[in-house]
């Protein structure tokens, strides 16, 4: 068992995953989260806060010079957000599957904006891109750290 989970955390990945201020709205958070639980990702920190434009311009610091940010910053600033950090294997490539494409008109049905979002403006979450970049988000919105635990089902989602 302790060598099993030596060998799960070696190759664990962390992410960083945010249910924008519309999928708060529509009541989409439970789904949202259901959807990474159910897959056997292991949530690490969850909080519904709503940080200020300030910490929205950081976190889409790279964005900064599209026509569309200062509509993008104002979209999330204009209700909290539920920020959670998820764990497990390829979690960071898996969970931007799992959201679908950046724009609603080419996510593919069974995913949560193919499922439940229409326009690019509106995509109710949020996912990283790359494992770097998911570290940098994770630092900018858990400043306080995660929360680190050993689930027991872990045996029943990974092989070895
Ligand atoms: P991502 O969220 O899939 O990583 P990014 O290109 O990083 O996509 O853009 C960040 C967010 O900015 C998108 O999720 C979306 O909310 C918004 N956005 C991206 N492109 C457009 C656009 O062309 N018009 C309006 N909003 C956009
Ligand atoms: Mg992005």
């Not at 292991?42 to 900064?64: I, N, S």
């Not at 998820?86 to 069974?110: C, H, I, Q």
Request: glycine residues 10%; contains cysteine; proline residues 4%.
């Amino acid at each position: 068992l302790i060598n099993s989970f030596l060998l799960q955390t070696s190759t664990m990945e962390r992410t960083y995953i945010m249910i924008k201020p519309d999928g708060v709205q529509r009541n989409l958070v439970g789904e949202i989260i259901k959807r990474f639980e159910q897959k056997g990702y292991q949530l690490l920190a969850m909080k519904l806060v709503r940080p200020g434009k300030e910490h929205l311009q950081a976190h889409y610091a790279d964005l900064a010079g599209k026509g569309f940010f200062n509509g993008l910053i104002e979209y999330m600033n204009s209700g909290p957000v539920v920020a959670m950090v998820w764990g497990g294997f390829n979690v960071v490539a898996e969970g931007r599957k799992m959201l679908g494409a950046t724009k609603p008109s080419e996510s593919a049905p069974g995913t949560i904006r193919g499922d439940f979002a229409v326009e690019v403006g509106r995509n109710i979450c949020h996912g990283s891109d790359a494992v770097a970049s998911a570290e940098k988000e994770i630092a900018l919105w858990f400043k306080e750290g995660v929360c680190e635990w050993n689930p027991s089902r872990n045996a029943w989602v990974y092989e070895n």
